[in-house]
């Protein structure tokens, strides 16, 4: 009875046009009521605890960190870099859009930023490149879905609060899966780009890839600084994304100088209301969190699961199933919201490792956001590019398919996450 009525409230209310957050709470309180403890005490403590979390607050750096970057000239710079190193190969400015991704990922680790930056950078390109644009806007659009797997990954960050799990290790789990999805992606290119492009584009230049290395390697050892300051121990995630806002802040200023002081608060306007949204809706989340525990709905769950629960692999391809489904309806940050709590107990009594589950369960959210109807990242692009949303859906389908192999490729082997995972650790 307590998950119908948890199912029921969060879909009705939706359904009813209520935001994802107040959906969340409109939740909350029907499953409170259907227990017999309502207390609006109760739902003010668990909101204002929900974003009083110390961890959040790399949410708001992350988002400020990758506006700084488009408005500072640093994502102009890794585009630079990319393309002088492999523009010139057959394809290559589908090739410069995935080492363009990755990089920009690894430091605003936000999918529908990381897209928006690297489309109005390269859709121009491509198109007076004679790309076709809406395949050109798909692969953009799934590379840019790297940005939640890899640190600093937002996604994550949101998904290690709920699930009170690590999210150093997290991160470092990312890292191999992300690096695995941009080599599937530029594999998948190889193959359409020799169906599309009979001849190279001409050959490498060194002056030119050394004047690129040269202009970006202010902006190309951000991820470094990041990744590995965690990786040492020197600062959390939290204090890693105020080191990233302070070094984008720095570079855009005083390095490439295109960021004016004057623009700062409007930069920082609109990471905020960005960032507001998520907090407020990681806030909601944590009311319907609390009571998910107190109603004990992940037993329940485990009950459901039983027939596949002496199976790790059989248990984590029917999520990821389950996940993929509810996908296609759902926004990723809902998702993790929901889902995580309810999904982390059970992976835990099933034997499998919670840190690996969360990166498989944050990957199959990320390719979530390219599956229609919802798909914000098909919206991104196509809004970018200024192509129809039906042909960007073509467009995507080939590397879509080619990130979802890859997902259950991770599941049948878990090692392929494990190893690296343990020796990043």
Known sequence: ??????????????????????????????????????????????????????????????????????????????????????????????????????????????????????????????????????????????????????????????????????????????????????????????????????????????KRLGKALREGVWALVLPFVIIGGMKAGVFTPTEAAAVAVFYSLFAGLFIYRELDIRRVPHVALAALKTSATIMFLVASAMVSAWLITVADIPAQVVAMLEPFMDSPILLMLVITVLVIVIGTALDLMPTVLILGPILVPVVRQAGIDPIYFGVLFIMNNAIGLLTPPVGNVLNVVAGVSKEKLDDVIKGVWPFLLAETALMFLLVLFPSLVLVPMRWLS
């Not at 939640?148 to 949101?158: L, N, T």
């Not at 799990?165 to 992606?185: D, N, Q, W």
Request: hydrophobic residues 60%; aromatic residues 8%.
């Open 1 to 206: 009875m307590t998950i119908a009525t948890f199912v029921l409230a969060l879909l009705g209310a939706m359904a009813l046009g209520a935001p994802i957050a107040f959906a969340l709470l409109i939740c909350g309180v029907a499953m409170m009521i259907q227990m017999g403890n309502f207390d609006t005490q109760i739902v003010a403590q668990n909101l204002l605890e929900g974003a009083n979390n110390y961890p959040l607050m790399a949410v708001p750096f992350f988002m400020l960190t990758g506006e700084l970057m488009n408005a500072g000239g640093l994502s102009q710079r890794i585009v630079d870099v990319a393309d002088a190193l492999v523009g010139h190969v057959r394809g290559g400015l589908g090739y410069v859009a995935i080492i363009a991704a990755a990089i920009v990922a690894s430091i605003s680790g936000s999918a529908v930023a990381d897209t928006a930056a690297v489309a109005a950078l390269l859709i121009p390109m491509m198109r007076n490149g004679g790309y076709k644009v809406p395949r050109a806007a798909g692969l953009i659009a799934s590379a840019g879905c790297i940005a939640p797997v890899v640190p600093p990954s937002i996604p994550i960050v949101i998904f290690g609060v709920t699930a009170q799990l690590s999210i150093t290790k997290l991160f470092l789990a990312g890292i191999f899966p992300g690096l695995m999805m941009a080599f599937t992606l530029a594999f998948t290119w190889w193959l359409v780009a020799r169906k599309d492009f009979r001849k190279s584009g001409g050959r490498l230049d060194p």
